[in-house]
């Protein structure tokens, strides 16, 4: 019986556990709102810190769209992703403007997706996490649970 | 039911000063838009218009309907990101137009980035009002 819960407990363990980038609870209020609007809210750590200040310090061209966040909040906001910005090492240098599908993780994890299928329109672009990630907004990027069940593993 | 009485009435009173009705938007900004043009009364027939309307500012988004697709009944998808937009239309979408400051910040950032230049209270009471009459 005893064996039978421990089974259990183990089975309940997420499996990859790298995959999962919960968004801090702490993310300000207009973290949704402004920066979840033409995007996913991507979670901080999936950039460094000095990537993120550059993006934030760019905003008024953010990949060809004014996306300026006005006042305190934008302030907040920054700092935000800062404290909670990912491992510059592991994720290395992105180039400019700094994007998250250039950090070395990304592309390592991905490297095996042909090509035709960032083209998808389903997909459209390699900023779109939760056409294939159907849990990236709770953080949750598991190779297992993929929607397009051709590039499921 | 006595003494709950006055707590729903605290409750409903705190509620619209949150949130606002389609319908109170566009009157604010046909009346912005009659100030400066005596006589003004939106049209949706004329926001329709302007919804479909095509514009030589950006190649990615020539108009509204690259993102809202050719009718704001349906889900749209971001024409850069491809991320999934919620319909337009209130039929559809009833939170949609209910926020007086989250519709500012939204026209103000599409007009820009599809026409180039800020859209006007007239355009904004037309596109409103297309929006709640859509069906």
């Known amino acids: 019986m005893k064996h039978i819960a421990i089974i259990l407990l183990l089975g309940a363990t997420p499996p990859a556990f790298a995959d999962r980038v919960p968004l801090p609870a702490n993310a300000p209020a207009g973290y949704q709102a402004e920066c979840g609007g033409c995007h996913m809210a991507y979670q901080p750590a999936l950039l460094s810190a000095g990537d993120w200040r550059r993006t934030m310090a760019g905003l008024k061209d953010h990949f060809g769209t004014d996306a300026t966040v006005d006042g305190p909040a934008g302030q907040e906001i920054a700092s935000f992703l800062e404290r909670n910005a990912g491992n510059a090492g592991k994720l290395g240098s992105t180039g400019e403007p700094p994007r998250i599908s250039q950090t070395a993780r990304f592309v390592r994890k991905h490297r095996e997706i042909p090509a035709k299928y960032w083209k998808d329109p389903r997909i459209k672009s390699a900023a779109n996490c939760e056409a294939c990630h159907r849990g990236a907004a709770d953080g949750n990027y598991s190779e297992h649970d993929i929607l397009i069940r051709e590039l499921r593993r | ?135």
């Open chain 2, 1 to 135: 039911m006595v003494r709950t009485l006055p707590a729903l009435y605290l409750l409903l009173v705190s509620i619209a000063a949150q949130a606002e009705t389609p319908q109170r938007i566009g009157e604010t900004y046909a009346a912005e838009a009659a100030a400066r043009q005596a006589g003004f009364t939106s049209s949706a027939k004329r926001g329709e218009t302007l919804f479909r309307q095509r514009f030589a500012n950006n190649d990615k988004m020539p108009a509204c309907t690259s993102c809202h697709t050719d009718s704001p009944l349906n889900a749209g998808q971001h024409a850069v990101t491809g991320k999934a937009i919620r319909p337009l239309a209130v039929a559809a979408n009833g939170q949609r137009f209910s926020d007086p400051a989250k519709v500012e910040k939204w026209f103000g950032r599409n007009c820009k980035e599809v026409i180039g230049r800020d859209c006007t209270p007239a355009e904004k009471a037309d596109f409103v009002a297309y929006m709640s009459e859509a069906r």
